[in-house]
């Protein structure tokens, strides 16, 4: 299983960014997935989550900012962010559990700052 993340990069506070993250490999299906961050000095945290049903959860500091979605066919798993804060900086990393095995990206960066 090999996780593909792409779509970080520097936006001014205010803007938006969307995330994706792609799921490869010989799998039928990927159960939850979800993305979490990592800002200098901190520990990693959880963002947003979504079960393969399509049920999901998101941290307090990010509710009514950002949406997470997924697309099953693609195996993709997305995080639409916006209203960005300068304290959204983060290197961002998805995650899927697969077949009872959780895989992880290698995670991308996400600058807010002007």
């Known amino acids: 299983v090999q996780l593909q993340a792409s779509g970080g990069g520097l936006v001014q506070p205010g803007g938006s960014l969307r995330l994706s993250c792609s799921v490869s490999g010989s799998i039928f299906s990927v159960n939850a997935m979800g993305w979490y961050r990592q800002s200098t000095g901190n520990e990693r945290e959880l963002v947003a989550g979504i079960s393969s049903g399509g049920s999901t959860n998101y941290a307090d500091s990010v509710k009514g900012r950002f949406t997470i979605s997924r697309d099953n066919t693609k195996k993709t798993v997305y995080l639409e962010m916006n209203s960005l804060k300068p304290e959204d900086t983060a290197v961002y990393y998805c995650?899927?559990?697969?077949?009872?095995?959780?895989?992880w990206g290698k995670g991308t960066q996400v600058t807010v700052s002007s």
């Open positions: 995650r899927v559990v697969v077949y009872g095995m959780e895989h």
